[in-house]
């Protein structure tokens, strides 16, 4: 079984949204390019490199945060918000990404090129641009009160997040699904064949949930371990918007 990096967040259960002159989802597109141009690719993984790249945005922000290598080179970091007596909520994502043939690609995997509003990059889809999404929520809680008290009503008081509706029972395929936040999506439910680190925190007794706040065209979909990975800078945007209602939801919940 092949070493796993991962970025893991304990949140705290109050929405505290992003300085005001850069975006939420702006800020995420930047740092998606940035973090998608690190060449993670496993074999040999040098997440060391990402660690560092996670360890500049905590230690600008003034986030206490730990790393650990399960070998050399093979870094891993994580970062808390310590909140109340509700249980913890983490975010993981994997920062290592599968190699990539550039003989095969219509642009470098690792220069993160922009063409028709798209990202192409290795990692676009598995997971780096889920990471961005998740330390960006991440960090709104951690920020002072936006200076537009519109945004600030919004992201306090407004859960947008796609709910799911299917099967009551697991390892069974639903006849028909239901994405909420998008009644006019077609649903096609289906088993992943994708390898999951969720499984070590459910041997732990730990809640997990596969979840990237993301709508993937079908003609993307062979990126992933494929040949032109890429993900839309819509997907980014909302996606980052996305995420943070999730965290909302969670903090109004408890």
């Not at 304990?10 to 940035?34: C, F, G, K, M, N």
């Not at 909520?89 to 190699?99: E, F, K, N, R, Y």
Request: charged share 20%; glycine share 6%.
């Amino acid at each position: 079984m092949r070493s796993r990096s991962l970025l893991s967040a304990v949140v705290i259960v109050a929405v505290a949204p992003l300085a005001a002159q850069t975006s939420l989802e702006d800020e995420a597109v930047q740092r998606a390019e940035e973090y998608l141009r690190i060449n993670t690719s496993n074999p040999p993984g040098n997440e060391d490199q990402t660690m560092l790249f996670f360890a500049r945005i905590f230690a600008r922000d003034g986030i206490p945060f730990d790393t650990a290598s399960s070998a050399p080179g093979r870094g891993n970091i994580w970062a808390r918000l310590k909140g109340g007596s509700a249980p913890a909520l983490v975010l993981l994502s994997h920062i290592d990404v599968v190699p990539a043939d550039a003989r095969y690609w219509k642009y470098d995997p690792f220069a993160a090129t922009v063409q028709d509003s798209e990202i192409y990059a290795r990692g676009a889809l598995d997971t780096k641009t889920l990471g961005i999404v998740e330390l960006e929520a991440f960090l709104s809680l951690h920020r002072p009160q936006l200076e537009q008290p519109e945004l600030a009503a919004l992201v306090r008081n407004t859960c947008s997040i796609t709910m799911l509706e299917g099967s009551n029972k697991i390892n069974v395929i639903p006849p028909e699904a239901d994405a909420r936040s998008f009644p006019d999506a077609n649903v096609v439910p289906q088993v992943s064949t994708g390898f999951t680190d969720s499984h070590f925190f459910r041997d732990l007794g730990i809640h997990c949930y596969g979840y990237a706040p993301f709508l993937v065209p079908t003609d993307a979909r062979s990126g992933v371990h494929g040949n032109n990975e890429r993900i839309s800078i819509a997907n980014i945007r909302r996606g980052t918007t996305m995420m943070r209602d999730i965290l909302d939801m969670v903090a109004i919940m408890h």
